[in-house]
């Protein structure tokens, strides 16, 4: 149909059937059900409403008024609507803490302790000691002391809040020293110098970019000075003709002259990762033994718990920390705070560590382990890309993500997809990567050097099964 007439357009018009009768419907009974009266007709009237539309440019079909074509229709958009937006994926991307993936994963002990805070009411800032008004820190802080040596602790949001929160509460309108080399920004718009200015604080740059000795944070101190300041290289490094002046070095320099020294780690390690055969990264404990007063950290990077940003240190200075109103809008909900204290716990039994917290296990998994993985995965997917890919399974390497450790990297194992001609495709590959990508739980993967690279680090047994289960649902 096409160019349709006034009179064939007022009878078409007539057949779109009243939106009462097709709500009392049979057929949209378990519509109303399910989603309620007030969204079954919105979506009801779209459907209508779009029909209209395309009977006056003369490309609707009667049938589609039907009541059963409607109730089809009806549900297709009601159930899109109410697809959940933040989904499950597959993160293949070899990069272990993903920060746009949601970084750590939690251990079964978390996700059990979240769940019961969701469900029934707990002592959040109740002492059941004493019946009375109870600090939701103080839940937690003897645990965070004990693990890192620290006389006090308190946790906010995330680390981002807890350097703001920290300059804030110490630094405001006074100035902070740090070294040219450390002026870092992290991703999603973390910059040392734009939080130093929101937090009040005065940021006082000393030594250049590649070296800075403790002469010159000696000869920045002055009447205005409040923190000496050392912020994690986190995301870069810088290599060659280096200096930078170690926290123990800064310490007493900063003690004599009864300043105190704030260290903003990132990544927080509670435990030597060597021992694992991974790189070594500083310690919150030893950082506080080098003699910081204040040691600032994530608790979805290396730690493995959940987004949250620890402050530990000086008893005098998380006081003052703690009255600051910042802290009121930036503490952390009940939710976090179950779900870091049975991740804590599990550093007092540092060798079961690798097995029971998740994003250990995941950078310590066996090279062959996940080999074997790859060889299991390679049919599957192989048999989806068709007869114009190739996927084979090769050595590749991970990197453990979050800033932490940006030039190391794990021996790994995954599957490569490139042409089968050989031929330079970018756009065949990035054809492949979208169809994986809108898989009903999306496969990220990333291309570099002309193949499509699937690391399968952190595909563990049950994903294992459910993405191989995926895969082969898709036809040929
Ligand atoms: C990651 C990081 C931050 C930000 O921490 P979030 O928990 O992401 O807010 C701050 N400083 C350093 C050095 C970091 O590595």
Known sequence: MSDVTGSELRALMARVPSVEKVMASAEFAPLLTEFGRTQVLGALRDALDAWRVSAQSGDASVSALDIAQLQVTVEATLRRRNAARLRSVFNLTGTVLHTNLGRALLPDEAVQAVMKALTQPANLEFDLGTGKRGDRDDLIDELICELTGAEAATVVNNNAAAVLLTLSALASKKEVIVSRGELVEIGGAFRIPDIMNRAGA???????????????????????????????????????????????????????????????????????????????????????????????????????????????????????????????????????????????????????????????????????????????????????????????????????????????????????????????????????????????????????????????RCLEAADEAQLIEQLKDVQA
Do not use: C
């Open 202 to 456: 005065k940021l006082r740059e000393v030594g250049t970019t590649n070296r800075t000795h403790l002469k010159d944070y000696d000869e920045a101190i002055s009447p205005q000075t409040a923190l000496l300041m050392k912020v994690h290289t986190s995301n870069y490094a810088i290599s060659g003709f280096t200096k930078e002046v170690a926290v123990d070095a800064i310490a007493p320099l900063a003690h004599t002259r009864g300043l105190a020294v704030a260290v903003d780690l990132g990544s927080g390690t509670l435990v030597d990762l060597t021992q694992w055969g991974l790189p070594r990264e500083t310690t919150v404990r030893e950082t506080i033994e080098a003699g910081a007063d204040l040691v600032t950290f994530s608790g979805d990077k290396l730690l493995g718990g959940p987004q949250a940003g620890l402050i530990v240190g000086r008893r005098d200075l998380i006081a003052k920390i703690k009255k600051h109103p910042l802290k009121r809008a930036l503490r952390v909900g009940k939710l976090t705070l179950a779900a870091l204290e049975p991740v804590l716990q599990m550093y007092r039994a540092p060798e079961k560590l690798a097995e029971r917290l998740t994003t250990l296990r995941l950078l310590t998994r066996p090279g062959d382990d996940i080999r074997l993985t790859a060889e299991r995965v390679q049919p599957a997917l192989q048999r989806v890309a068709g007869d114009r890919y190739v996927v084979v399974a090769e050595p590749m390497f991970s990197q453990i993500g979050s800033g932490a450790l940006p030039v190391d990297v794990l021996p790994s194992y995954g599957l490569v997809v490139r042409t089968a001609d050989g031929k330079r495709s970018g756009r065949q590959l990035l054809a492949l990567e979208k169809r994986l990508r809108e898989m009903a739980r999306p496969v990220i993967g990333r291309i570099a050097d002309d193949a499509l690279r699937l690391d399968l």
